[in-house]
């Protein structure tokens, strides 16, 4: 399907906003029910995981447990010498791989029917009424899917093209000589870790006295 205006209403039983990893979940269990269904993306198919989520964050979590394990291989009766790490060969890996993953979602989505497919962002217009820049969908049924986005604090911005959100790490080229991590979630946390067994200097920024909560207090 594709978003234009004066078309005429796509009538659906559900409609999934949004074309990550829950949406595309989603949509295949509707689809196993027998429902007529409709996905709506407005950005790059692949999913938040693939693309800057769990799977390039577990790569490079790899390499720092490499370079970690090879520092402490004494208690084994090992020495490999001094450990040398190599930022752009580290983030080259990285990207490669995650490229590659992100191959495997864009090609479960191609299989996916045309028909079942609506490029654009969608508003509601109505409680089971979609406009999807233009495109009118009525659905019995809408899943949300969209994902989140970071909050950036407004005393930060000041920082210039020095302040990036925990996505934009997996587009380096090579490693930081250092990096000051706001926050001490879990995804703070993992990203200080990784980086400082990679050899950044890392300092980890938190507030409410506590490290990798799950909930937010607010």
Known sequence: MSSATQQQAIEVDVAVIGAGTAGLAAYRAAVAQ??????????????????????????????????????????????????????RAVMARVKSERDRFVGFVLDSVEKIPAAHKLRGHARFVAPHQLDVDGQIVDARTVVIATGSSPFLPPILTELGDRLI????????????????????????????????????RVLVIGRGGSLGPLSDPV
């Open 34 to 87: 027998g429902k007529r269904v409709v996905l709506i993306e407005g950005g790059p198919y692949g999913t938040t995981c693939a693309r800057v989520g769990c799977m390039p964050s577990k790569l490079l979590i790899a390499a720092a447990e490499a370079a970690h394990h090879a520092r402490h291989l004494e208690p084994f009766g090992v020495s490999a010498g001094e450990v040398q790490v190599d930022g």
């Open 165 to 200: 959100v925990n996505d934009d790490v997996f587009s380096w080229d090579t490693l930081p000589s250092s990096v000051v991590v706001f926050g001490a979630g879990v995804i703070g946390l993992e990203l200080g870790q990784a980086l400082h067994r990679l050899g950044v």
